[in-house]
């Protein structure tokens, strides 16, 4: 079975640019949260998705945005992109919102802004 | 805003248990504890997670005190492929939601 999958990879944006990332979740689940990870800290929740509705907010601040397809995928949009938004970010899926269930976390997108 | 506290690395020698400390003060009566690693910058892998009691799977053991303020996950025989920062989380709850609220963790490097 296809475990999380983000795309792209890596990424390279100038300070003030937009990014578009996209996650596709393990086959059926249904709730995808995003996370931000800086270098040498855990990862930091931003948003958390649970049938197409955002279920969870993060201490982001409104340039961050994402939103849940009907099929479960997810994207999580930056606008004016700032030096520290360079992470890495990651996407987790699991089978609902319910606390006993574990997530699974995609290989991330690594994000440079210059 | 952590909910948890760890060490921020630990030894271990190649086939002997690992033991992983994290204290969990604040948690409240209906909150999980779940461990987590993260390999080099590799997306975390989910361990093990508990509320009261102990637990086993085929990875590792979490043990729980009674009072649930603190655990220790244990890696009874370590690899060099566990060599990772291991996280302890306690689940938040923030207006029905819950959400993983991760430190900085302990970094354990298994020495052959």
């Known amino acids: 079975d296809a475990g999380v999958t983000q795309s792209p990879t890596h990424l390279i944006k100038t300070r003030g640019q937009q990014v578009t990332l996209r996650c596709s979740p393990i086959?059926?689940?249904?709730?995808v949260s995003w996370y931000q990870q800086v270098l040498g800290q855990g990862p930091q929740f931003i948003f958390q998705?649970?049938?197409?509705?955002?279920?969870g907010r993060g201490n982001f601040p409104d340039r961050f945005s994402a939103r849940q397809f009907p099929n479960y995928s997810s994207e999580l949009n930056v606008n004016a992109l700032l030096l520290g938004d360079s992470a890495l970010y990651l996407c987790?899926?699991?089978?609902?919102?319910?606390?006993?269930?574990?997530?699974?976390f995609g290989p991330g997108t690594r994000l440079t802004v210059t | 805003d952590a909910k948890t506290t760890q060490p921020p690395s630990m030894d271990c020698a190649e086939g002997r248990a690992a033991n992983l400390p994290c204290n969990h003060s604040?948690?409240?009566?209906?909150?999980?504890v779940y461990w987590y690693r993260q390999i080099h910058s590799q997306g975390p892998q989910y361990i093990i997670h508990?509320?009261?009691n102990n637990e086993t799977n085929e990875m590792a053991s979490l043990i729980i005190t009674e009072d649930r303020k603190s655990s220790t996950l244990i890696l009874p025989h370590a690899t060099l492929r566990d060599t990772a920062v291991y996280y302890c989380?306690?689940?938040?709850?923030?207006?029905?939601?819950?959400?993983?609220?991760f430190g900085t963790g302990t970094r354990l490097k298994v020495l052959a």
């Open positions: 987790a899926s699991s089978l609902a919102q319910r606390r006993t269930h574990e997530q699974y």
């Open positions: 086959s059926g689940h249904k709730s």
């Open positions: 998705y649970y049938e197409k509705e955002e279920r």
């Open positions: 604040t948690i409240s009566g209906n909150e999980y």
């Open positions: 508990g509320l009261k």
């Open positions: 989380i306690v689940e938040g709850t923030t207006s029905g939601t819950y959400k993983y609220i």
